[in-house]
T-cell receptor, first 108, second 116 residues
Framework: DAKTTQPPSMDCAEGRAANLPCNHS???????VYWYRQIHSQGPQYIIH???NNETNEMASLIITEDRKSSTLILPHATLRDTAVYYC?????????FGAGTRLTVKP | DTAVSQTPKYLVTQMGNDKSIKCEQN?????MYWYKQDSKKFLKIMFS???????INETVPNRFSPKSPDKAHLNLHINSLELGDSAVYFC???????????????FGPGTRLTVL
């Protein structure tokens, strides 16, 4: 019952920007967009979140469209260690609903 | 240094047994969670405790019973284990304070449970 749609897989060349899209057309006004990633079988790792403004931190940038129906996670210079499953989640309260995510493979 | 730790890392047991998984966080957080990740890799929330009080309880068989002796610990006890309980169980923690949600959840390394 995840409220997001992501492509199942993507490839990216090492050193290039990785742009991961997410559709959340039914997002409510009080719901935030969160991104987590899971490397191999480790526990998920928080990346970034936002409400309506674009956000940037040391890991990534988050671009949210003006109508908030979609967003893009940008890893500016992907490395081999960024190979993981990336989850886009929308939530207002504390229960996070993970979807299938996008499996990003960074290739040398 | 470990922020969220779980024990054991691997657990192999027979159907019908009772087992426990332990979780501890040293981040000073007030909220802890249990998630289940099945063979198809879908990650689903099971329980959440805030200040030792149950705040999220998804549709989980009552064979699963979480116990929070204090804010730093959330254990998961499973009775009468079934084959379908085989999965990776992740513990997580966050700080909510007086709000309704937290920004970031920190996850443990997971416990891989195999029921034979």
């Amino acid at each position: 019952d995840a409220k997001t749609t992501q492509p199942p897989s993507m490839d990216c060349a090492e050193g290039r920007a990785a742009n991961l899209p997410c559709n959340h057309s039914t997002i409510s006004g009080n719901e935030y967009v969160y991104w987590y990633r899971q490397i191999h079988s480790q526990g998920p790792q928080y990346i970034i979140h936002g409400l309506k403004n674009n956000e940037t931190n040391e890991m990534a940038s988050l671009i949210i469209t003006e109508d908030r129906k979609s967003s893009t996670l940008i890893l500016p210079h992907a490395t081999l260690r960024d190979t993981a499953v990336y989850y886009c989640i929308v939530r207002a309260l504390n229960d996070m609903r993970f979807g299938a995510g996008t499996r990003l493979t960074v290739k040398p | 240094d470990t922020a969220v730790s779980q024990t054991p890392k691997y657990l192999v047991t027979q159907m019908g047994n009772d087992k426990s998984i332990k979780c501890e966080q040293n981040l000073g957080h007030d909220t802890m969670y249990w998630y289940k990740q099945d063979s198809k890799k879908f990650l689903k929330i099971m329980f959440s405790y805030n200040n030792k009080e149950l705040i999220i309880n998804e549709t989980v068989p009552n064979r699963f019973s979480p116990k929070s002796p204090d804010k730093a610990h959330l254990n998961l006890h499973i009775n009468s284990l079934e084959l379908g309980d085989s999965a990776v169980y992740f513990c997580a923690s966050s700080y909510i304070g007086g709000r309704h949600y937290s920004n970031e959840q920190f996850f443990g390394p997971g416990t891989r449970l195999t029921v034979l």
